[in-house]
T-cell receptor
Framework: DADVTQTPRNRITKTGKRIMLECSQT?????MYWYRQDPGLGLRLIYY???????NKGEISDGYSVSRQAQAKFSLSLESAIPNQTALYFC?????????FGPGTRLTVL | GQQVMQIPQYQHVQEGEDFTTYCNSSTTLSNIQWYKQRPGGHPVFLIQ?????EVKKQKRLTFQFGEAKKNSSLHITATQTTDVGTYFCARNVGTYKYIFGTGTRLKVLA
């Protein structure tokens, strides 16, 4: 579903580097979410935002920060990447309860 | 707590066999959602259950919410190769905020 896009789709970086993952949506939804997916652990919520001025921590926010630049854009930053942040990262949006996911960003931290 | 246990973690079935995945909670759920993630893809919303004892069907998929609203199941009748993927349940833990289960990975052998 091209309504939710994520860039980059793949990224390899080194320990200590700052990384930004970007999410854009054309659905007009107010609510946006960042999840990470690890094998056997499912999807874990990192941060979520219900509108431009609203930012909330999720289950695993340590080591991450976010920015909601506009209704359509929600960025996730790793200020100083570490190897255990290697994972598949998904952005999602919602109007009500149903969430619409982007294609994901596969991040590898060496 | 908010943990949602999902079993089994993996299931291999012969094409044409039935498949069931279960989601169990120690606390009462206000509602529960189910998502499907194809290999290499992103989670896609399937359904939301709200009422105690609710049963909903989508073609070969049957979704059930327990009478006590502490468990839910997804049953697939006569699996096909197109059913391959990981199935997640997600419990509501606040307004438009969900915690995902660990998922059940289904493999269908032709």
């Amino acid at each position: 579903d091209a309504d939710v896009t994520q860039t980059p789709r793949n990224r390899i970086t080194k320990t200590g580097k700052r990384i930004m993952l970007e999410c854009s949506q054309t659905k007009g939804h107010d609510r946006m979410y960042w999840y990470r997916q690890d094998p056997g652990l499912g999807l874990r919520l990192i941060y979520y935002s219900f509108d431009v001025k609203d930012i909330n921590k999720g289950e695993i926010s340590d080591g991450y920060s976010v920015s909601r630049q506009a209704q359509a854009k929600f960025s996730l930053s790793l200020e100083s990447a570490i190897p255990n942040q290697t994972a598949l990262y998904f952005c999602a949006t919602s109007r009500f309860d149903e969430q619409f996911f982007g294609p994901g960003t596969r991040l590898t931290v060496l | 707590g908010q943990q949602v246990m999902q079993i089994p973690q993996y299931q291999h079935v012969q094409e044409g066999e039935d498949f069931t995945t279960y989601c169990n909670s120690s606390t009462t759920l206000s509602n529960i959602q189910w998502y499907k993630q194809r290999p290499g893809g992103h989670p896609v919303f399937l359904i939301q259950l709200v009422k105690s004892g609710e049963v909903k069907k989508q073609k070969r998929l049957t979704f059930q919410f327990g009478e006590a609203k502490k468990n839910s199941s997804l049953h697939i009748t006569a699996t096909q190769t197109t059913d391959v993927g990981t199935y997640f349940c997600a419990r509501n833990v606040g307004t438009y905020k969900y915690i995902f289960g660990t998922g059940t990975r289904l493999k269908v052998l032709a």
